[in-house]
Structures are given as C-alpha cells and as structure tokens.
C-alpha cells in the first residue's frame, strides 16, 4: 500500500498490535519509535503518522495533515455485471485510475447469479476499492452501487455532460474521436457492457438517454481491459481541455 488509510474515529486512539495496517507499518515498512509513514484520512486530507510508542499489544501514533487531494475525475463509469474475477479487477483499477462513481448493472446478457456472488455479499468489494485508493496515493474514495438496472444507473448519471457507449457492433466511430465531436468535454459517463455485450435493447435505452455509441478497434476487449483503457483516454482527454 502507497499510503494506509484512517477513519476520524481512529485518530488519537490507540491501535492494536494485529492491526494489518500497524503490520504494515512494523514488520513490511520497519518503522521505529519516532519515524513517519504517509497516511490519509479517508475522503479527507493526506498527512503524516509519528510512530510514538510499540507494546506488546499496542501501538500509539500522532498524526500532522496537510493538503486535501485532487478530486476525482468526472467520470462515471457504468459496467455490466461480470464474473466475480472481473468485477474484482474493475473495482481496483477504476478506483485507482480516479473515476468518481461505478455503477455495476444488471444487464439483459449477463448470469443473475453474479448479483449474489459473495464479492458482493460479504463487503469483499470495500477491500478492493480501499486497496484502490491506496495504489494511487489519495483519500478519496467513488461512489459505488451495484445489482441496479441499466436505466437506474442512466438516471444516476443523468446530469453527466458526455455520454459514451463503448460498443464494438454497431459504433461508427472511435472513444477519441466521439470525444473530438462533443465539445467542451468536462464531465464524461462510460457504459461497458459486461463479457458478452450490450443487448438491442440495452442500446436503444443509451441512445435514447444521449449516449454516443464508440469502440476502441477492431479488436474485441475483455469488459476489464475495455473499462480500463476508455477511462485512461477519457482521463486524457479531460486533463488536456
């Protein structure tokens, strides 16, 4: 982890000797008495962590803040629901690339048993977007919902300026080149659909919400991969307006 998070309650407390991060802190980083570890308050401001005081059954460290991070990136991204082994790959990366919401949905193709798989049922999502947001050094944490229709999802995003369908069958353009036409581009939502695509009618409900359809190639893209590499060219795309 490039920084250990904290929730407000915890500062100022005492930690427990087993606490994973208070490993991470002694055995993996080998911090002493009196050194620092980059830490962040969850959805507030980075800082640092004075090692104070090692026990057997305890460890005791002062905390400085600094800054509040950079906001996330204006980007909602809304996926079908995939394989477990799927969403768990989305769930990380996509929180590290910095989108700002993640809407897993339920879609015309996809098993309806994934809605039910223990990812989702026993909170294992929470670690990988927590693990998410440490890979990129910040504090700030999406909004993430799953299981919720299509057009839910659509009505979530709904004040979202650009609106991209990613769509290897019937796109006529490329993401950059869908991105090129709608100008000024400052907030963008990304629909990919889940491993075995989007349905007829899943693509009406886009276009009828304003969605542009676009494909990144030829090439048909696992949903993670295509997730991944849209949200990277749309981050681009936003950073240099």
């Not at 879609?107 to 927590?130: F, H, I, P, Q």
């Not at 990613?166 to 869908?178: I, K, P």
């Not at 036409?181 to 629909?191: E, F, G, R, T, Y």
Request: hydrophobic share 40%; with cysteine; aromatic share 6%.
């Amino acid at each position: 982890m490039n920084i250990i998070l904290f929730e407000k309650h915890e500062v100022g407390s005492s930690l427990r000797r087993d606490d994973v991060r208070v490993r991470h802190v002694l055995d993996v980083l080998r911090r002493q008495p009196g050194d620092s570890t980059d830490v962040g308050l969850v959805n507030g401001p980075r800082g640092k962590a004075i090692l104070q005081t090692v026990s057997a059954d305890e460890v005791v460290f002062e905390f400085v803040w600094g800054k509040e991070p950079e906001s996330l990136l204006p980007i909602d991204l809304i996926v079908g629901l995939s394989r477990p082994q799927t969403c768990r790959k989305i769930l990380q990366e996509a929180t590290s690339l910095g989108v700002r919401s993640i809407y897993f949905t339920t879609t015309d193709r996809a098993e309806a048993s994934y809605a039910t798989s223990k990812l989702w049922t026993t909170g294992e999502w929470e670690n990988l977007v927590r693990a998410g947001v440490e890979q990129a050094f910040t504090t700030q944490f999406p909004d993430v919902q799953f299981g919720i229709s299509l057009k839910d999802a659509i009505e979530s995003t709904i004040a979202t300026e650009t609106r991209v369908c990613m769509d290897n069958y019937e796109a006529s353009s490329g993401l950059l080149e869908a991105l090129d036409k709608a100008q000024p581009v400052n907030s963008v939502v990304l629909a990919v659909g889940s491993e075995r695509g989007w349905s007829a009618e899943e693509r009406d409900v886009c276009r009828q919400n304003n969605f542009v359809l676009a494909h990144l190639g030829s090439r048909p893209l696992r949903t993670e991969t295509a997730s991944i590499a849209a949200i990277s060219l749309v981050s681009a795309a936003l950073r240099s307006r």
